[in-house]
């Protein structure tokens, strides 16, 4: 089955800099690679997604790149501020099928005022 | 905008007894999903509807969950009897390929905490 990872565990920025989280998956069959924010109490928000058809994708200050060669695929967000602080989500699928989501560990994002 | 409603947002139980926990998808969504998020890692899959039909329950621990979904709408997870592993956050969401493209987009719920004591 598929098996998602996700580097750093945590990670502390500065306001108005760059943070970048890094996903790896397993199968080669996975074609939907979602990004969710998940705020202290609540359910994960989904904030990006890609599909496998493309490389990139940007909204705003976020921005999500896929290399289906290296199986990994990673999230962007530059001029970050304190409300980006977050657990970061990344999961992948077969999204044809709807199957169920793989979720990765999760990135703690605090950006330091 | 339209959301996943759950109730309750927070549980407190006794282990040995029965929960249960109820969720309302967004409407017009025919998929809907359950997923248990242990703290401090990520969502796993429980059981999975399309309509009133269960799609995928190979992660429920059928010995003491129990998951339905009637008339194709809202959902019910139960838990009896509770044990102390248990003890988690139970997440719903639901998606729609049919207002989404032909995608799956999953939206959460605000996802009900559970503590077993």
């Known amino acids: 089955g598929e098996n998602v990872e996700q580097h750093p565990s945590t990670l502390s920025v500065q306001e108005g800099d760059s943070a970048v989280i890094k996903c790896t998956y397993s199968?080669?069959?996975?074609?939907?690679f979602p990004w969710y924010k998940q705020e202290l109490g609540k359910g994960p928000q989904l904030i990006i997604d890609i599909r496998s058809n493309v490389g990139e994708k940007k909204d705003q200050r976020i921005a999500v790149t896929l290399n289906k060669t290296a199986k990994h695929f990673s999230l962007h967000i530059t001029e970050t501020q304190p409300e980006d602080s977050a657990v970061y989500f990344c999961a992948a699928s077969e999204d044809n099928y709807g199957q169920n989501f793989v979720f990765g560990p999760g990135t703690r994002l605090s950006v330091l005022p | 905008e339209a959301e996943v409603a759950q109730s309750p947002r927070y549980k407190i139980t006794e282990k040995s007894q029965a929960v249960a926990f109820w969720c309302d998808p967004i409407s017009g969504h025919a998929t809907l999903y359950w997923y248990r998020q242990i703290l401090g890692q990520g969502p796993e899959l429980l059981v999975q509807?399309?309509?009133?039909?269960?799609?995928?329950d190979s992660q429920l621990p059928k010995d003491r969950f129990s998951a339905e979904r009637l008339k194709g709408v809202d959902s019910t997870l139960k838990i009896q009897p509770a044990e102390l592993g248990d003890s988690a956050m139970y997440l719903c969401?639901?998606?729609?390929?049919?207002?989404?493209?032909?995608?799956?987009?999953?939206?959460f719920g605000p996802g009900t905490r559970l503590t077993v004591t």
């Open positions: 509807f399309q309509d009133e039909s269960v799609v995928d």
């Open positions: 969401a639901s998606s729609s390929p049919v207002l989404a493209g032909g995608h799956y987009e999953q939206y």
């Open positions: 199968d080669s069959a996975s074609n939907y």
